[in-house]
């Protein structure tokens, strides 16, 4: 999969979003070992922490290359003008960005919340939370227990199915002062998965990625204080906000992205 040419815009023309049944051939420039996170920070070697998780992009579908290709490359600021504060701010937390195969070809894992959580209520989102004191530290490999935890919590994922392969730089929720780090997975292995706790999940489902690149499925969600933002109409559901962003900005910077209407915008509710 190569990236694709951009349009007069600047805006990068997809190729053609991966096929199902693409063969499993390895990334080109192999990874494995303990992950050195781009833009600063050192994911702890094993031998300094024993139950130290690895981040590997051995044997991954090649569709994926250029997902790892834009992990390692993306800058902050290019993902989001809403970075971590400079003064240390913020709960520091972790979402589980997970690629599978399915029927319909490559998709993504996401949640619905329960409509009655103090915090983004009702919204689809990753699977992922705050970092307990158990998970480590939040600079090293403490993102991605709390990732994997915080979604076998969720969703009954079995963590041993999933294998890591990168890391995006850490963003910044304003609303709920979350530190969030998007930590990326390959379901290498699928487990059933469903809501496990009603309080929290109203639901679990996975989203075709060619659902996601389909420019009938692109809308801008208009907040009400005027804030405009990427989302998707998939699954009988609206996804919009934090989780939209960043499927947006990894859609773009794969190349998958294709030409959409911009204009076509959706109101949220006043209580989002």
Do not use: C, K, N
């Amino acid at each position: 999969m190569t990236r694709g040419a951009r349009d007069e815009s600047g805006v990068a023309q997809a190729a053609a979003p991966p096929e199902h049944g693409e063969p499993q051939a390895s990334y080109g420039a192999p990874y494995e070992g303990p992950y050195q996170a781009p833009h600063g920070g050192r994911f702890e070697a094993p031998s300094a922490d024993p139950g130290a998780l690895r981040v590997s992009t051995r044997g991954l579908p090649r569709w994926l290359d250029p997902v790892v290709e834009a992990a390692a490359t993306v800058r902050p600021t290019q993902l989001s003008r809403f970075l971590p504060p400079e003064d240390g701010r913020g709960r520091q937390s972790a979402v589980l960005v997970l690629f599978g195969e399915g029927p319909r070809g490559p998709e993504l894992l996401l949640m619905e919340r329960a409509g009655t959580l103090r915090s983004h209520a009702g919204q689809p989102s990753f699977p992922g939370g705050a970092l307990d004191p158990e998970d480590g530290d939040p600079h090293t490999t403490g993102p991605l227990r709390a990732a994997l935890r915080e979604a076998e919590e969720e969703t009954g994922l079995d963590p041993s199915g999933v294998q890591l392969f990168g890391v995006l730089p850490r963003l910044y929720i304003p609303v709920s002062e979350f530190v969030v780090t998007p930590v990326l997975g390959w379901w290498r292995d699928p487990s059933p998965v469903g809501a496990v706790d009603p309080a929290e999940t109203a639901r679990v489902f996975t989203v075709p990625v060619a659902d996601l690149t389909d420019p009938d499925h692109r809308v801008m969600a208009v907040h009400p204080s005027g804030h405009l933002g990427p989302a998707f109409t998939v699954e009988s559901a609206l996804v919009w906000g934090f989780t939209a962003g960043v499927i947006d900005r990894i859609l773009h910077f794969a190349g998958w992205e294709r030409p959409w209407d911009r204009s076509r915008q959706v109101p949220l509710d006043w209580r989002a």
